[in-house]
């Protein structure tokens, strides 16, 4: 379930164990090239050292605020996701209204629409593969499909306009 | 039909997590286990420096929740805060309440403190960790038994901001079971990691 955003989330967390990792790094580094100045004045190497340290330093920077954008898109999928959850439950509890479908077809109907078949919608149901599958035909009969891809796409159709699909990953692309 | 969506309000990120988790970590182990003045005492407080450093640098460029911005020092919404609780009042805080900022920033500035006098006291790195033990003891001697007889300014302030940070971490676990039983919200869950 919302694996993208799990993923998503995943990623921020193995960064930001890099970017703590990177953080005591810079920290160690600074305090000991400020050490070395303070000791032995600026010279040629300690120049260099002191330019690396900095360059670590701006990649936390950097690596800080890659991390933050990963949790923020983590959010925002979590979040769209949430909103398209909540519009398509309206939309088939509307559909089901509208076909008069019993409740055990609703369930049986629920578990087809996420993708079951009929064996694993009987293991679920603990009922017979028979009676799951007399209630699927009474379901296509009732949404005036003939299959299990037809009733799924029956939802699909029209949960997604491919105009604007299309042109939103053009966008991104 | 629909599963109720169980979100919980508060959700730290894992930068927060991580930082907040080695800071205690770090005063754990230099409170408790390693030798005041010695070498490991010394690298843990530089670790220590890095993790309150990252978490400075996370309150400009972290997402809302984790920004300066979001938590505000201020006596005034403090006070509110207080008379909300007295009101009886539970406010949704997407980020520390008003006392619990204060805190934080009384628990940040008293980290500084001990950061700043501790490396006073020992000295930067290439003289207080020159690779043998014998350098650290002879920068840092003042550990010990003998060390209360010493009369070394920069200890007394390295010991009265430990003091202090005990104190204030008291106040900081007391905060947080008084706001987790008053809301009967999961703040503690919020910072544990793997929660979301």
């Known amino acids: 379930m919302q694996r993208a955003a799990r993923s998503l989330e995943h990623k921020a967390l193995i960064l930001t164990l890099v970017l703590g ?34 360059a670590l330093v701006g990649g936390v920077v950097l690596g800080a605020f890659h991390v933050r954008s ?45 993708g079951l078949d009929v064996a694993e919608i009987a293991a679920l149901r603990g009922s017979a593969q028979g009676t799951v599958r007399a209630q699927l035909t009474r ?34 692309g | 039909m629909t599963i109720p969506l169980t979100k919980p309000l508060r959700n ?4 927060v997590k991580l930082t907040h988790w080695s800071i205690v970590a770090a005063v754990l182990a230099n409170g408790a286990f390693t030798e005041g003045g010695s070498w490991p005492h010394i690298w843990v407080g530089y670790a220590l420096t890095g993790m309150l450093a990252l978490r400075l640098l996370w309150g400009l460029v972290g997402p809302r929740e984790a920004r300066f911005s979001a938590f505000p020092p ?14 009886g009042k539970v406010h949704d805080q997407s980020s520390h309440n008003p006392l619990g900022a204060l805190m934080v920033y009384a628990i940040w500035g008293t980290l500084g403190m001990i950061i700043a006098s501790g490396i006073a006291m020992a000295g ?41 940070l005990y104190v204030l971490i008291v106040l900081h676990l007391g905060g947080v079971i008084f706001e987790t039983h008053r809301s009967g919200r999961g703040l503690v869950l919020a910072m544990l990691p793997g929660r979301r």
């Open chain 1, 21 to 54: 990792c990177q953080a005591l790094a810079a920290t160690f580094f600074a305090i000991d090239v400020a050490g070395d100045i303070a000791e032995a004045g600026l010279g040629w190497h300690l120049s260099i050292e002191l330019g690396a340290t900095l």
């Open chain 1, 70 to 114: 990963l949790i923020e898109r983590g959010r925002q999928d979590q979040a769209l996701i949430a909103a398209a959850r909540g519009a398509m439950g309206a939309l088939i509890r509307a559909r089901f209204a509208e076909w008069r479908l019993t409740t055990a077809e609703a369930d049986v109907a629920i578990f087809a629409i996420k």
């Open chain 1, 139 to 172: 379901i296509y009969a009732k949404a005036g499909t003939a299959s299990h891809t037809g009733l799924i796409a029956l939802f699909m159709d029209e949960l997604i306009d491919p105009a604007s699909t299309l042109a939103e990953q053009g966008e991104h």
């Open chain 2, 12 to 15: 730290w990120d894992p930068v």
């Open chain 2, 74 to 87: 201020s006596l005034s919404r403090a006070l509110a805060h207080i008379r909300e609780i007295k009101a």
């Open chain 2, 124 to 164: 930067l790195p290439p003289k207080a960790v020159s690779h043998d033990r014998h350098a650290v003891q002879q920068v840092a001697p003042d550990h010990g038994e003998e060390r209360e007889g010493e009369e070394n300014p920069l200890g007394e302030a390295h010991e009265a901001a430990v003091n202090l």
